[in-house]
């Protein structure tokens, strides 16, 4: 199953999207949370029980609004603080983000936690879950009311480039003018799925993988045909792996 | 075409480090220069190009998820026409924003008050023509008696059980009270068809037990009880009631052609902002319950206490009619 996907369209045309969290870790998310929240909570009860020496009417009257600004106050100022997330969104790489793309507000932080109330009803969350799992973004009411959607946090890194591509020996580059056909011939789909395919080749089984690598192997030498001193003791995986270089290393040289 | 991704990285990648840097900072809370702005501009438009470019590559995922999330950046500091406010002034908001707030929808405020009024009214009829009903429109055991021998239990002597509990038992109406006015706020959510149920069994309650008491002719200790508290109290529960029909209304758009999510993202403030304000006058209202409402005759006059809550009703109404109009004719 492909999972969902929050998709933008800038007004220059340009799309990006994020990875929509499911029900599931959005559940296991809460109860981290929880967690959380009743470790706080036991907490404020060991210190306020220090100030019952001194008036305990004051110290449980002080234990019930903490009790209450925690049970609150948790998801509003850790989501505004940490930009959507609190710790056991951190814990399992969600975010709350607004629905537009855009600067997530505090009114936005505080309206989806105060619609929790009815997001809990009756019991476990069972509206807010029968709700992410029927709207399209993965919506619970609070994130309806409030214009927000979870998505799951790209925490990607600087890319670089795949060592796929920083190969010693290919025998193909002895001929460039074969190189540049087949540069010229291959769609950008055709090379994409090759390069997925070899850097994908490590999750495959060695029959599926050695049947894909003869396919692919097949179909690019039925695009440029090179002569048989180049293809020698080349496998089908070494092949394709060297035409995904061709293709993607215009400054290769034979 | 096929780009040379190497050469595309290479060249490429100062940029996307220098907007990653430059967002981090805004994202901080730094407030941009202009310079700031039109430099992260300009390395957004880029950064947007090279993720067209990369987009052709699915094999490429790391890559494209890199610059998805980096463009999905910029563009929410970009396209953000929101103002962002320096620093939240609790004052300020209390004595301006929140009161404009709520005349802006003083319509939605005159709905939940007239619904209240509707149920007070059934709740009142409904006692006047079955006694028996009493079980059913106020099941709480300190309503369900007999009025006579509530007073006279509460005149004989200040409550024993509140004795060196008026904090604890103060702080439990504040938070019971404020999560009553969330979720009445929160129903709203169903087209405002919760709230509206909600309040009008609010009201049930009242007009029940204001009849009641009044039958019995008790009404001076009725005012004297629920004056100090309620004039506060039901006033913010109605103000939750307002935040709901606001976020109902948003939700249903009539007469309002704009997509939903852009009537949502204008209710917000407005809706939030009901929801604080209620909460700040529960607060008030938990602290007089607790000790003021709770004490009877001959302790404190019912005349004083009805009196005390008179001048808290004609305040509230003052600081909801006038207060922050200064700004608002700005």
């Known amino acids: ?58 110290a449980t009257g002080i234990a019930v609004i903490l009790y209450f600004a925690l049970q609150i106050g948790y998801g509003i100022a850790f989501e505004w603080l940490w930009r959507g997330q609190t710790i056991g969104k951190r814990v399992l790489g969600i975010r709350v983000i607004d629905g537009e793309g855009l600067r997530l507000t505090p009114g936005q932080v505080v309206l989806r936690n105060v619609l929790r109330a009815v997001d809990s009803m009756p019991a476990f969350y069972a509206v807010g879950g029968i709700a992410c799992t029927v709207t ?24 670089e480039l795949s060592e796929t591509l920083r190969l010693r020996y290919n025998s193909l580059r002895q001929w460039p003018h074969l190189c540049a056909r087949l540069r010229q011939r291959s769609t950008p789909e055709e090379a994409g799925a090759a390069l997925d395919a070899i850097l994908r080749r490590e999750e495959l089984d060695a029959q599926p993988r050695l049947e894909l690598f003869d396919h692919l192997a097949r179909h690019f030498q039925n695009k440029v045909e ?20 061709v293709l993607f290393e215009a400054s290769a040289k034979g | ?80 026409t929101r103002r962002r406010k320096a620093r939240f002034s609790p004052v300020p908001w209390f004595f301006g924003e929140f009161p404009r707030t709520f005349r802006r929808h003083v319509g939605a405020f ?44 509460e005149e004989a002597g200040p409550n024993q059980k509140l004795r060196g509990h008026r904090s604890t038992f103060s702080a439990e109406l504040m938070t019971h009270n404020i999560r009553v006015a ?17 309040l009008f069994y609010n009201g049930v309650i009242l007009g029940a037990v204001a009849f009641d008491y009044a039958r019995a002719g008790y009404t001076m200790f009725l005012l004297g009880w629920l004056m100090p508290h309620g004039v506060i109290e039901i006033p913010a529960i109605l103000v939750a009631g307002q935040a709901s029909f606001v976020l109902a209304g948003a939700l249903l758009g009539r007469g309002d052609r704009r997509p939903r999510r852009e009537r949502l993202r204008n209710a917000t403030s407005s809706i939030v902002t009901l929801a604080g304000g209620a909460a700040v006058m529960l607060v008030w209202a938990g602290i007089v319950e607790s000790f003021i409402s709770q004490y009877h005759r001959p302790v404190l006059p019912y005349e004083a206490k009805i009196a005390f809550g008179f001048v808290e009703l004609v305040l509230l109404t003052a600081f909801l009619a006038y207060s922050g109009r200064k700004d608002e004719a700005q």
């Not at chain 2, 190009?49 to 463009?71: I, M, N």
């Not at chain 2, 009214?121 to 309503?143: C, E, Q, Y």
């Open chain 1, 136 to 159: 399209r973004h993965t919506q619970r009411l609070g994130d309806l009311a409030a214009n927000t959607v979870v998505v799951r946090h790209q925490q990607a890194a600087t890319p």
């Open chain 2, 1 to 80: 075409m096929i780009i040379d991704l190497e050469r595309f990285f290479v060249s490429n990648r100062p940029t996307w480090q220098e907007m990653e840097k430059l967002l981090d900072r805004i994202e901080c809370g730094d407030r941009p220069t202009y310079t700031d702005a039109r430099r992260l501009h300009y390395l957004y438009e880029r950064t947007s190009a090279d993720l067209a470019r990369l987009s052709t590559f699915a094999a490429e995922s790391d890559a494209g998820a890199y610059l998805s999330a980096l463009v999905g950046r910029a563009y929410a500091e970009i396209y953000e």
């Open chain 2, 110 to 153: 005159g709905l939940a008050v007239a619904i209240t009024i509707g149920g007070c009214g059934f709740g009142s009829f409904a006692l006047a023509i079955d006694t028996d009903a009493k079980h059913v429109l106020m099941p709480f055991p300190g309503l369900e008696g007999d009025p006579g021998e509530r007073v006279h239990k």
């Open chain 1, 226 to 245: 090179f002569p048989a001193e180049a293809l020698d003791g080349l496998s089908g995986e070494q092949y394709v792996r060297d035409v995904v270089q």
């Open chain 1, 1 to 58: 199953m492909t999972s969902r996907r929050l998709t933008m369209r800038t007004p220059e045309g340009i799309v990006f999207s994020w990875p929509l969290a499911g029900p599931v870790s959005r559940m296991l998310a809460l109860l981290i949370d929880m967690a959380c929240i009743g470790t706080a909570l036991l907490l404020v009860q060991r210190v306020i029980s220090i100030f019952q020496v001194v008036s305990a009417d004051w």
């Open chain 2, 182 to 198: 969330f979720f009445t706020l929160a129903l709203g959510v169903t087209w405002g068809v919760g709230s509206v149920l909600m």
